[in-house]
């Protein structure tokens, strides 16, 4: 079996892919995320392409491997909201999807030499209205930085909601593990 690559440096990613009890690699795919985000494209263009050049970025150095990308975005009302890179932007962001239904996209890429087959999940989420005092306090304990939306749903981000409307609850994290179990098993993977 070829070696199978995480192309992220995401601990969340790595932490869910932990769950399929698979031997796997880890490389920093090193793409530039910005310019695709500010494009003008639909948000899961940006985040199947994002995903996309990421795979086969680390292809292009382990062409022997199975190379997995992903890219997750917050699309609210059209404007692409990603990582927020520091608390000043996490705050601006959570003011923006305060009380408001957002989609969280995340885009997954499993790519070889030989074939490529890719899935987008689309989660809703509805944050309540939230006061400055309220988003203040988060963002200094969960400090959201790295997280698009600026929340990190397996912290104190699920205080923030009114409600989830979701296929696969591990692709709020950062993977949609169903779709990814399948895609895997696809490349010849065992998984039960």
């Not at 795979?55 to 992903?70: C, H, P």
């Not at 709020?172 to 593990?177: D, K, R, T, Y």
Request: neutral net charge.
């Amino acid at each position: 079996m070829k070696t199978l690559i995480l192309a992220s440096s995401s601990v969340y990613r790595q932490k869910l892919m932990q769950r399929f009890l698979l031997p796997f690699k880890v490389i920093s795919p090193g793409v530039d995320e910005t310019a695709l985000q500010e494009s003008g494209l639909a948000p899961e263009s940006v985040a199947l392409q994002l995903a996309e050049a990421k795979a086969k970025q680390v292809l292009g150095r382990n062409r022997e491997s199975i190379v997995l990308g992903s890219d997750q975005l917050v699309n609210l009302d059209g404007e692409i909201l990603g990582k927020p890179g520091n608390q000043a932007r996490a705050v601006e962001q959570l003011q923006k999807l305060s009380g408001k239904t957002h989609q969280l996209i995340t885009a997954i890429v499993l790519v070889s030499a030989e074939k490529q087959l890719t899935h987008i999940d689309t989660t809703l989420i509805t944050m309540r209205e939230l006061n400055p005092q309220e988003i203040l306090k988060y963002v200094r304990q969960d400090n959201p930085v790295d997280c698009a939306g600026s929340y990190k749903i397996e912290q104190l981000g699920t205080t923030l909601l009114t409600s989830i409307e979701t296929k696969d609850p591990a692709a709020i994290e950062g993977l949609p593990l169903i779709a990814l179990g399948e895609l895997l098993r696809q490349f010849g993977f065992a998984l039960p």
